[in-house]
């Protein structure tokens, strides 16, 4: 085993204060896990929040490293997207699925290249909403607006805002264009939450915000003409061969769209356990968009909400069954993970997985984990001995 320190700094001012490797592939790993910083969100990368996904420097290391142009990638957690977006400038295949219907709506966004003629297409249409928004609110018409919950949204906005994001919701509908709807709908997705009256994606406490009237237009406006930017610049960027990625909305414990073997290699994120409530995260974005989350509330894997019933990690054991069904025999598996509190106590996420793994037939091949910052009482108090670690470990069958 080797040992290292790393000052740089990775995605959401995470700083790696320790690393360490093993394997063939350990080096690779510990540069891909401590690579980044708060710089590095170029292209597609810096549209949309989404909490909790990894630096793009992560998985370009990673990549680079271990799969050549034309191999078929899978990353069944995809997110935002992150993993599709780096290997579609490499040349590979790549597919990526996620439960969470925003996941789709995101990544669709961020693996789609324009030419400038495509991109000014958006910009003219947001251009038009805008416009009729404020000649709309200047002649005082209340937005005639039908959705299914917008009595649950109602309360979560100051009135002008609510009344502003209603007329764009409306006239984003009424695009003909159907690529051109879905890029509307998803730069409109990047706003919900920062307009409304909660204090962040991951936060739910209120705090009202103070903008002005047209404050919703002019960000809707410049967020489309930053990410139509942002796909003219991927679309240069590409390789003279690449492919569109396929994206996928199932379950990641089942997989089955896809057959035996179909994929060279998988790389992804799965939640971690115990952190996040993705679809509380996103349950405004939904509820704007009319976007069925039925089936990801149910079948969220890890979710905080579920750790006092469940397991951490139930739902990662099936999926670990349905990677291994649709990875090739001689393929390899990168999973990033971190460690979690279960009541109260630290748990070795590393540990954990490699236990799960065992019992599916794999074991590990290489590893890296970096230990990270804590920020609250209750972490310094669970890692005080430990530390807090997150880990990227290749498994590998046989």
Not at 210 to 238: D, M
Not at 308 to 322: F, I, K, M, V, Y
Not at 352 to 381: C, F, L, N, P, T
């Amino acid at each position: 085993m080797s040992a290292a320190t790393a000052k740089q700094r990775r995605s959401f001012s995470q700083q790696t204060l320790e690393s360490r490797h093993d394997g063939p592939l350990g080096e690779v790993l510990a540069r891909a896990l401590s690579a980044g910083g708060e710089s590095g969100y170029e292209l597609t990368h810096v549209f949309h929040p989404y909490p909790g996904r990894f630096h793009p420097a992560l998985p370009r290391t990673v990549l680079r490293a271990v799969a050549e142009p034309g191999l078929a990638v899978l990353d069944p957690f995809m997110g935002g997207g992150t993993v599709l977006v780096e290997g579609m400038l490499q040349g590979l295949h790549m597919t990526g699925n996620d439960l969470n219907p925003v996941a789709l709506l995101v990544a669709r966004e961020r693996t789609r290249p324009r030419t400038t003629q495509q991109a000014e297409r958006v910009n003219a249409e947001a251009g038009r909403i805008a416009g009729a928004v404020a000649a709309l609110r200047r002649d005082k018409q209340a937005p005639r607006v039908e959705l299914p919950h917008l009595e649950w949204l109602r309360p979560q906005y100051q009135p002008h805002l609510l009344a502003e994001l209603l007329q764009w919701r409306r006239l984003i509908d009424q695009v003909r264009d159907t690529t051109v709807r879905e890029t509307l709908r998803a730069v409109f997705s990047s706003g919900v939450v920062k307009f409304s009256n909660r204090g962040s994606d991951t936060r739910s406490d209120v705090a009202p915000p103070r903008y002005r009237k047209g404050s919703a237009s002019q960000f809707f406006r410049n967020k489309a003409e930053q990410l139509t930017a942002a796909q003219v610049a991927l679309k240069n960027a590409l390789p003279a061969e690449w492919r569109h990625p396929h994206l996928y909305e199932e379950d990641a414990r089942l997989l089955p769209s896809f057959g035996w073997e179909a994929f060279d290699h998988v790389l992804t994120s799965p939640p971690y356990p115990g952190t996040y409530d993705y679809y509380d995260h996103h349950r405004l974005r939904m509820a704007w968009l009319g976007l069925a989350g039925e089936s990801f509330h149910s079948g969220e894997i890890g979710a905080r909400r579920e750790s006092e019933r469940t397991h951490p990690l139930d739902g990662l054991q099936d999926s670990l069954d349905a990677m291994g069904r649709v990875l090739k025999s001689r393929g390899s598996l990168y999973v990033v993970i971190g460690d979690w509190i279960d009541d109260g106590r630290a748990v070795s996420a590393a540990e954990a997985m490699r236990d799960v793994a065992q019992g599916k037939g794999w074991h590990v091949g290489s590893w890296a984990s970096a230990r990270r910052e804590v920020y609250s009482r209750i972490e310094r108090d669970a890692f005080a001995r430990s530390g807090k670690w997150e880990h990227l470990l290749q498994f590998v069958r046989g």
